[in-house]
């Protein structure tokens, strides 16, 4: 395990408010009966048409460079939406090509997906994307190696810790920027009927207490002096009353001194 | 359509559009969820919980809106129109608007065109015989519309649906490549307060039969969302459900949020089909 002297800029503490762009390939690669769904894709449309543009604005206002976890497929049909985050200096990173769980794949499928999902990105940047989060669902060691294999120089698709970390591949290793689902805004808050997301359909969380949630859990990784992964989805943060939670959150991190926030990219040539 | 964070023009320089718009669902749903056990349509005590609609929560609905002089946009399956003649001539009576919500509330991604178009026609004659006008807005019962739907409600003359989630301001919808003249006013379900409370042991509801939702937090959520509509100047629709959002502790919560929202002077409080009229108008 790799052991981290110190935080960018010698800092105490690291945040990496990361988004997951998946738009309407979030239904589409979980349910693709959704194609046939307009009223289900639309929720994924919403993030594209609106989150996304209160997202950056936000980030705008803080200052904040983070890492956009984009599918392939999202990037070939709403090029204009990745201009946007790059005119803004944010870093591209891969997010599957179709959003599908990469544990329903055979190594080649992922293979594929991950080449296509990167040539997606790397045609609209014109640079080749270093970072890979698999899919909403499972995966495994191969999939890292894959990964690795790919040129990927990170991943951050796992839970094990609150520091980067080396997942060891036998021949080489994969560095892991780990993530953790109460920072996470899309449990909290995705609801459908039908196809039911949650499975179970459950409540909206109190927007309050999610607040103060982010806000507690960044005081704990300032104290225990950690890498603060959260994940922000632009269909469910951005909406008008919702994107104020994020504002609260940074606001909150804001204060506090001797903080690094940055992309995913910074935080591995950091770590290697 | 207009870009995030344009400033949106509204009547009488309003900075913010409400719709308060209630789904008058009664029994529908229940039934249609009770048809899957055997000996289901003879269920009476979840179909009761949706009969407490039409019946206590109506009334108090109407009380309301008419003590702070608002109008509401009421969508109602055609079953519950006819069920309900006296009820639905004084919901008209008092100036609200009634939308079209399918005759039995069915599910229009798993119907056919033809058979999507025999029940708009059947409940628009039921809403002819009844209120003596037909619904001009249509919401979409129980999840998704076909692909096929917003065609055909155009064409059959409808002005307005409330049925998706992709925007938080009216827009005209797109049919076959074309911006047409039918909008689209899409509500969401962080305001939807079924999602919120909604609640049955058997048959289960929601699926996953999670705990209900505190007054208190539901309040503070549909506020903060109230805010940011505001803060931003969109069209902020309120999708209720008489047999929910009238329960007694539950009416109080949206009279604050009445209030809440009527602090503001700035607010234009509007039906479904004003605001399609006024965005078809100018934009």
Sequence with gaps: MLEVKSWPRGARCAVLPTVNLDADQFWLGMFPDSITRPKTLSMGEYGIQRGLDRLLRTFGEYGIKTTFFVPGLVAERYPAAIEKILVEGHELAVHGHTHTSMHLLTPDQQMEEMVKAREALQKLSGRKPLGFRAPEGELTLETLRLAQQCGFTYSSSLYGDDRPYRVDLGAASLLEIPMHWELHDFPYFAFNYGPAFPIGQGRTASYSQVTKTFQREFDGYYQFGLAYVAQFTPQTIGSPGKIKILEEVLEHIAKTENVWIGTCEELAANSA | ?283
């Design chain 2, 1 to 283: 359509m207009t870009e995030t964070f344009e400033k949106i023009q509204w009547p009488n320089q309003a900075r913010c559009a409400v719709m308060l718009s209630f789904d008058l669902d009664g029994d529908t749903i229940w039934a249609n969820g009770n048809r899957s056990y055997a000996g289901g349509e003879d269920f009476i005590r979840s179909t009761s919980i949706g009969d407490y609609g039409p019946k206590r929560s109506a009334p108090r609905i109407l009380e309301l809106l008419d003590r702070h002089r608002l109008k509401g946009t009421f969508f109602v399956p055609a079953k519950v129109v006819e069920e309900n003649p006296e009820l639905l001539q004084a919901i008209d009576r008092a100036g609200h608007e009634i939308g079209h919500h399918g005759y039995r509330h069915e599910r229009f991604v798993d119907l056919t065109r033809e058979e999507q178009k025999e029940i708009i026609l059947h409940s628009q004659d039921i809403f002819q015989r009844v209120i003596g006008k037909k619904a001009r807005g249509y919401r979409t019962p129980s999840g998704d519309w076909s692909r096929e739907t917003a065609g055909l409600l155009n064409e059959l003359g409808f002005s307005y649906s409330s049925s998706m989630r992709g925007d938080d301001r009216p827009y005209r919808t797109i049919i076959d490549g074309q911006i047409t003249d039918f909008i689209e006013i899409a509500p969401k379900w962080d305001l939807d307060d079924f999602v919120q409370f909604g609640y049955n042991i058997f048959p289960a509801e929601p699926a996953g039969q999670d705990r209900i939702s505190g007054i208190e937090h539901v309040y503070d959520n549909f506020r903060q969302e109230f805010d940011g509509y505001y803060r931003f100047g969109l069209c902020f629709v309120l999708l209720m459900h008489p047999q929910i959002i009238g329960k007694p502790g539950r009416i109080m919560m949206l009279e604050r949020l009445l209030q809440h929202m009527k602090s503001h002077e700035d607010i234009w409080f509007a039906t479904g089909e004003e605001i399609a009229a006024w965005w078809r108008t100018n934009h």
